[in-house]
């Protein structure tokens, strides 16, 4: 039959024409994906790089902690984003392994862009990666050592594994008890199944090294004490936080009071006076030595006259306490805020064996223990020489409490160094012969990315990565599921003899997390801007 007139007789049906289109975004998604996963590849593993980023305001950040990398880092590359998210999401389910989540994944896209150029469907490689992504969380829980959390030393073992690829690893023989022992006194340990981190506060101190961490079984106060001529030290403290204000009140903002004549102004004065003098006596009446006080916006939260007659009264003044901290204090000091005056009562306070201005460096911090009747929540003081070590202590502390965070949800450890992702990769490669049709090819390019971890530590540790992936597999194929690189001999060693142990859940979690972000990134296949 002749086409009609007008039209030309192709052999091709119209709707099949643009299929280079869906393949080059696909394409294009997958190599913007890589290069993130490529930047901060080199920061994995304990003899990773670390990365020096500088902000457009001139702050520069030191650190080899996969999260913070990618989220100061400006992607512009709305699949790459995806891979900054991934990382994201994994810094809040586990809190640690947010480098290997963003390498894996790269390595998973590497993967599926073969498979793709095979001429394989997305969505094919998509759902086969699903399931490969949840055998392998199958085979990781049957390599598992059952954890108990009175076994302190196998805690420690995990925080150290956590710090030693952070800039502060030769302190970790300092931070991980710190860490173990803060979220063990914020749970209880027999029945505990998840750990709030808010109830560990770390304060920093700029000033002294490292190794002057402490843990404090009390509460801390970044401020000095706001009373000049006021005692420095308390004893047998009760201790009372307000959110209301000593100091006079104000009019309204678009008000004004204008005072014409002296005798007026002598009025006022005489009234502020008696204003705060009341205020103080009635605190002083409830039997309260030490008073902490709101930060507040409006007006001074204590005036200079409310300070002086404080100082007086022998009443310590801590002042400017931010408002998302007051949970926090009451909680561990065992009070209530007290928002008005008539609240202001013996049975609203907290009381503590000792509260005193310890002097830090060349600055001062209010110190608050032996809490009569303490809530389960501790404080961590955090020194260091400069800012930025500072700023890394903290960010490696918060993943080594996060580490014990996991063991606390999931009681359940596996060997680190690169074992289990070989171990992985050889389960599934077996697994895969049982497949047939494409989904076997898929299973094994899944099996094979997964080398990526070890082949990266290898590199970053200066190791011949092809000649240690190899004899790394050989050893695994005999058997020795616990054989992992050490990267302190450059061998292949039993890597549980050397105390590298993480929890499951970092690493269940980041290939649950890397699979489900390559499938995301698979099936989209065209990009729409709009004028929004």
Do not use: W
Not at 145 to 173: F, G, I
Not at 246 to 263: C, F, G, L, R
Not at 340 to 369: C, Q, R, Y
Request: charged letters at 25%; aromatic letters at 2%; one cysteine or more.
């Amino acid at each position: 039959m002749a086409p009609p007139k007008g039209q030309k007789a192709t052999g091709k049906r119209s709707e099949y024409q643009d299929k280079d289109k869906p393949s080059q975004i696909r394409f294009s998604n997958i190599t913007a994906a890589k290069a993130v996963a490529d930047a901060i590849r080199t920061s994995l593993g304990p003899r990773g790089m670390d990365k020096m980023i500088q902000a457009a305001n001139g702050d520069v950040t030191i650190t080899n902690d996969g999260a913070t990398i990618l989220k100061e880092m400006q992607v512009l590359h709305p699949a790459a984003k995806m891979l900054v998210e991934v990382s994201k999401a994994q810094d809040v389910e586990a809190g640690d392994g947010t480098t290997s989540v963003t390498v894996l994944a790269g390595s998973l896209l590497d993967s599926s862009s073969k498979l793709l150029s095979k001429g394989m469907h997305p969505t094919t490689i998509s759902e086969s990666f699903q399931k490969a992504s949840l055998k392998a969380v199958e085979i990781l829980e049957t390599m598992v050592t059952p954890l108990e959390l009175s076994d302190r030393e196998s805690l420690l073992k995990s925080a150290s594994t956590s710090l030693n690829s952070k800039v502060v690893s030769q302190n970790s023989n300092i931070l991980s008890p710190i860490a173990v022992d803060a979220v063990l006194k914020v749970i209880n340990p027999a029945t505990a199944d998840n750990v709030d981190l808010k109830d560990i506060k770390i304060v920093k101190k700029l000033g002294g090294t490292v190794e002057d961490t402490e843990l404090i079984d009390g509460l801390v106060f970044n401020q000095k004490l706001s009373s000049s001529g006021g005692p420095s030290k308390i004893e047998k403290a009760k201790i009372g936080l307000i959110q209301f204000c000593v100091s006079a009140p104000k009019t309204d903002m678009e008000n004004q009071v204008i005072v014409s004549d002296y005798t007026q102004m002598d009025r006022v004065l005489k009234e502020e006076r008696n204003y705060i003098l009341n205020i103080i006596k009635q605190v002083k009446k409830a039997g309260c030595t030490v008073l902490l006080i709101q930060k507040s916006i409006l007006r001074d939260a204590v005036s200079d006259l409310a300070l002086h007659f404080l100082a007086k009264m022998k009443i310590m003044v801590v002042k400017d306490i931010e408002r998302e901290d007051i949970e926090f204090v009451c909680k561990t000091l065992g009070c209530r805020p007290i928002a008005s005056l008539d609240h202001f009562i013996p049975e609203n306070m907290g009381t503590a064996d000792l509260v005193e201005e310890v002097a830090v460096g060349t600055d001062k911090i209010v110190k608050i223990t032996g809490i009569a009747n303490p809530g389960k929540t501790v404080t961590v003081l955090i020194r260091g020489s400069n800012k930025l070590v500072l700023e890394e202590a903290d960010r490696s502390l918060h993943d080594a409490l996060c580490v014990i965070r996991c063991l606390v949800k999931k009681k359940a450890l596996i060997a680190g160094g690169g074992a289990p992702e070989i171990e992985l990769s050889l389960r599934l490669m077996e697994f895969s012969n049982t497949l047939a049709g494409i989904e076997q090819y898929c299973f094994r390019a899944f099996a094979e990315a997964l080398e990526v971890i070890p082949y990266t530590l290898a590199e970053n540790a200066g190791l011949n990565p092809i000649a240690t992936v190899t004899e790394l597999r050989n050893r695994h194929a005999k058997g020795e599921i616990t054989a992992g690189i050490n990267v302190r001999k450059g061998a292949i060693t039993n890597i549980l003899e050397e105390n590298v142990v993480q929890p499951l859940l970092v690493s269940t979690s980041a290939i649950s997390l890397a699979a489900e972000c390559t499938r995301c990134i698979l099936k989209i296949d065209d990009m729409v801007n709009t004028t929004r």
